[in-house]
Each structure stands twice: as structure tokens, then as C-alpha cells.
């Protein structure tokens, strides 16, 4: 039994979660901001995500549940994507975006938040950027 815990708890951090513990970081710390990353995923196991959180630059943020996902369109998954949820297009762009597509076609993306002007500078060419998302109404 020891050792399943142990197991678990090597997953969790592995992932960014501790479980309560204090080890890891904790969501919405301050510190968190200095370090920007597009997504996080989710999914520990074979269950998907119930929602997803669009953060925005301005700390503005929108949450959906998957059960509300129609569909997930690009002609260039790497530049962005539309979301369609029952009342609302969600459109992302940004660069490096092909593991959030899949991410959230699979239902896997937890979150997914936009860069502040200046992070869009001090990322490396190759790490994911959310440059802007943006919400559309379809009432």
C-alpha cells in the first residue's frame, strides 16, 4: 500500500499537482505569473477534463464545459483554432498550438491562458504562445 501512494503522489508532482501536500505549485500563486505557460493539461488516468478555463492577458477568464464542445477547426493548427461550444466560438491564436489542438480535442486541456505583451517576447521560437483569444456570442 506504501508503495501505490508513493506512486501516486510521484505522478501528481510529476504533473504539477500535490495534492494539498504543499510541495508543488499551487495554482494562482503570484510566482506562477513570472513563469508563463499556454496550457496546462490534465487528466490523470483515463478520465477526461469536465471543463476548461480560457484565461485571458487581462486576468479575465471563461470557463465552458467540454459536455458544450461541438467542434475544434483550424487550417493551421500550429497558428490557432476555433472552439464551438453550444453558445459561444472561442477563437485562439497564437504559435506552436498543435498540442493544445489535440489537448483539447481530446478533452485533456485544463486551461488554457493569453500571454502578456511582453511574455509574447521572452518565449523561445519553439515553446507554445497563446497571443489572443478571443469570445463570440452565437445568440
Known sequence: MGGEQ????SI???HG??????????????????EYTAFAKGRIGVHPQMSIIFRKADGSAKGFAYAHLYSVESNN?????IAEFTQTKVTVSGRNLE??????CQHRAAEVREAERNQLFEMAGDEPVVESIAFRSLE
Do not use: Q, S
Open 99 to 104: 498540442p493544445l489542438f489535440a489537448y483539447l
Open 12 to 14: 501528481l508532482e510529476k
Open 17 to 34: 499537482r500535490d495534492g494539498g501536500l504543499g510541495k508543488g505549485p499551487a495554482r494562482g500563486d503570484e510566482d506562477a505569473e513570472a
Open 6 to 9: 508513493n506512486g501516486i503522489l
Open 77 to 81: 493548427p500550429a497558428a490557432g483554432f
